[in-house]
């Protein structure tokens, strides 16, 4: 299934943004430690580029993502240039006490009376910003909710009497190209509930811990046999294990989907992460290889098609 999910209101908030960058000196990124460059918008990273801006790329929820993939995803990002990387969680205000701090050090040009510091907080749907943001000011300033997109317009509010920061809608990118990076931020619940199949993310998921944590679904739900198991027999025995059935006796697959995801969003299964720096390398050269064949294989099929016509024009 490839899962796409682009609102209307994603599009305005897109050029809301982009007018707001023009007046901005530091961008602030907030992906999911979980998955962070599959949370991660391009078009973010387009229109930081633009105007040349900073940016701190915070790696929130880090409370819920593996410990080993988060240090090698702070060292990834610090490589890059203009970007300085933050693992942390809003469930510590030690965490994010640092952040001012942080950001002022970034544009050190900024942060006087004469010249306040300008943020832009961005990010894609549910990876924390609006916490980030009440968090930051000590007080609700913006709504938080546990489904995606709960923030639709764009909010200034001073942090302090130097310091501005701009709260906009999440936003994720028309065409999500990888398929595995629409069922990640689906398992994450930062796509829409109507944009996807809780059973094939469910799947998925299971699949994905078969392979990197296998120790922490036996500890969980009891699995003894994991290597003869394929994602589907991981979410048909939770429902055995719970007894989730349907009136006719059947699995209540639907209900043992949700739960497993569930248990996967709140820490409840463990620390996990669905990505490192080295496995989304190669899901890149697997995808740019699969696009190069399909490419191949649509100039074959084109260029059979162009001799058919010829040879009829000939015959004819």
Not at 67 to 88: L, S
Not at 232 to 255: F, H, S, T
Request: proline share 5%; aromatic share 6%; net charge positive.
């Amino acid at each position: 299934m490839a899962i796409q999910w682009y609102p209307g209101h994603m599009n305005a908030a897109k050029k809301k943004a982009a007018e707001q960058m023009e007046n901005t000196d530091l961008v602030i990124e907030v992906v999911d430690a979980r998955l962070p460059e599959a949370s991660c918008n391009p078009m973010v990273e387009e229109l930081r580029l633009f105007r040349q801006r900073p940016c701190l790329k915070i790696l929130n929820k880090v409370d819920l993502a593996d410990p080993a993939a988060t240090a090698a995803w702070v060292e990834y990002y610090d490589r890059q240039e203009g970007v300085t990387a933050y693992a942390m969680t809003t469930k510590k205000p030690g965490d994010v006490a640092r952040i001012p701090d942080i950001a002022k050090s970034l544009a050190p040009h900024r942060g006087v009376p004469t010249k306040p510091l300008r943020i832009m907080i961005m990010g894609i749907p549910n990876v924390g910003k609006s916490t980030l943001m009440n968090a930051l000011l000590k007080k609700r300033v913006a709504k938080v909710g546990d489904e995606p997109a709960v923030t639709k317009v764009q909010q200034k509010l001073y942090l302090d009497k130097n310091t501005v920061l701009v709260d906009t809608p999440g936003m994720l990118w028309p065409k999500i190209a990888m398929p595995s990076d629409g069922l990640m931020l689906a398992a994450s619940h930062a796509i829409g509930s109507n944009a996807l199949i809780e059973e094939e993310v469910a799947e998925f998921l299971a699949n994905e811990m078969l392979r990197r944590y296998p120790e922490l679904l036996a500890a969980r739900y009891g699995y003894k046999n994991l290597e003869e198991m394929d994602g589907i027999a991981v979410v048909e025995g939770i429902a055995a294990k719970r007894g989730y059935r349907q009136k006719g006796g059947d699995y209540d697959y639907e209900k043992a989907s949700h739960i497993f995801l569930q248990d996967y969003r709140t820490g409840a299964l463990g620390r996990i992460s669905l990505e490192t720096p080295a496995t989304r390398a190669a899901a890149l050269a697997a995808f740019a290889e699969e696009q190069r064949i399909k490419a191949e294989l649509a100039a074959a099929k084109a260029a059979a098609k162009e001799a058919e016509r010829m040879k009829g024009k000939r015959g004819t």
